[in-house]
């Protein structure tokens, strides 16, 4: 009788790991990622806008700034990104954190869901980051969405910055 409920018990098991749900990491568990190849950003001396709402690439300038906070959720000057606007006082911590990886640039190319950083946290009090040429930095926005920015080019630290973003789609 032991044996019958010992099969009983592990058939049950692997029974319940091949329901809907029970996997960890499952293809349709993975968020497909939306990319932006070539994004802009300027600090202090650049011709671009230093805010980012990373739901779509858009960037703001200084002048749009105020009118369009509840969508930045990054910003850029001097080698770094801020939760917040590190050239004034006019705008809140929008609650966007970071953390350095050890992604490379042919990594984050190819990713095309969130397998290999959708367990990846940013520490609750990083709320800027400095990065250099060929870094790739992990986000997390107040709202939860995650993403990885790569660093491209820049022509200063307060200069204007090409990077490629790639975010969860939900």
Do not use: H
């Amino acid at each position: 009788m032991n044996r019958k409920v010992f099969t009983l018990a592990i058939v049950t098991v692997f029974a319940w790991f091949a329901l809907p749900g029970c996997k960890k990491d499952k293809v349709e568990d993975l968020i497909l990622l939306d990319s932006y190849d070539e994004v802009w950003l300027g600090g202090w001396d650049g011709a671009n806008g230093s805010g980012l709402d990373t739901d779509n690439g858009q960037v703001y300038g200084y002048g749009s700034l105020k009118g369009a906070s509840r969508f930045v959720d990054i910003f850029f000057d001097r080698s770094a990104f801020f939760s917040y606007d590190a050239d004034g006082s006019e705008l809140p911590d929008v609650g966007t954190r970071f953390a350095p990886t050890s992604f490379t640039t042919a990594q984050f190319d190819a990713m095309v869901n969130d397998k290999d950083f959708r367990f990846l946290e940013p520490k609750a009090v990083t709320d800027s980051i400095r990065f250099a040429l060929n870094d790739v930095v992990l986000f997390k926005t107040r709202l939860g969405k995650k993403g990885l920015i790569k660093i491209i080019s820049m022509t200063s630290p307060t200069g204007d910055l090409k990077c490629a973003l790639k975010t969860q789609e939900r």
